[in-house]
């Protein structure tokens, strides 16, 4: 397959990779650079658990080839916060117990930052919104909801 010098930033530091042309940023993501907090549900935009931010926009990253990525920036969970600092939003979904099991959260983390970056004080049906490409089986979405407003101070 032909491949292309892919340069991009991811988490805040650039990368270069040699990569085929019809590679997905999901495919790139966890199997070249390692980043497995961004999931592998439908793999053809159904769910959103491959939801990571391009240029502070929510994108499933599942449909992005990565001639598409070419000099733009990406976030990912791993760029959200780790173990030893969580984002605020990541502490409310412990708080409020918005986690069951975890399949679908990096994905809402990252729609859910991607809303509070621009609307820090969102109402229930911005959230409600927001969310509305990020399938959960587990929870039935009220404490996610919860969660993204606690976040926000909303509550
Ligand atoms: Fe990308 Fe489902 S894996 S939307
Ligand atoms: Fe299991 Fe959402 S917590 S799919």
Redesign the pocket.
Same mark, same amino acid.
């Given at each position: 397959m032909k491949t292309f010098e892919l340069s991009f930033s991811v988490n805040e530091k650039v990368r270069k990779l040699s990569v085929p042309y019809g590679k997905t940023l999901l495919e790139i993501l966890r199997y070249d650079l390692g980043l497995t907090g961004t999931k592998e549900g439908c793999g053809k935009g159904d769910c959103g658990a491959c939801t990571v931010m391009i240029d502070d926009e929510p994108v499933n990253s599942c449909l992005v080839l990565a001639p598409q990525v070419e000099g733009r920036t990406v976030i990912t969970v791993e760029g959200l916060g780790d173990e030893k600092a969580l984002h605020p939003i990541q502490e409310a979904f412990l708080r409020e117990g918005a986690?069951?099991?975890?399949? +679908? $959260?990096p994905g809402i983390l990252m729609a859910a930052k991607a809303l509070l970056d621009k609307k820090p004080r969102p109402r229930e049906l911005d959230v409600r919104k927001a969310i509305s490409g990020n399938? +959960?089986? +587990? $929870?039935g979405y009220a404490k996610i909801v919860k969660a993204i407003l606690s976040a926000s101070g909303t509550d």
């Open positions: 986690v069951q099991c975890g399949f +679908c $959260t399938l +959960c089986r +587990c $929870t």
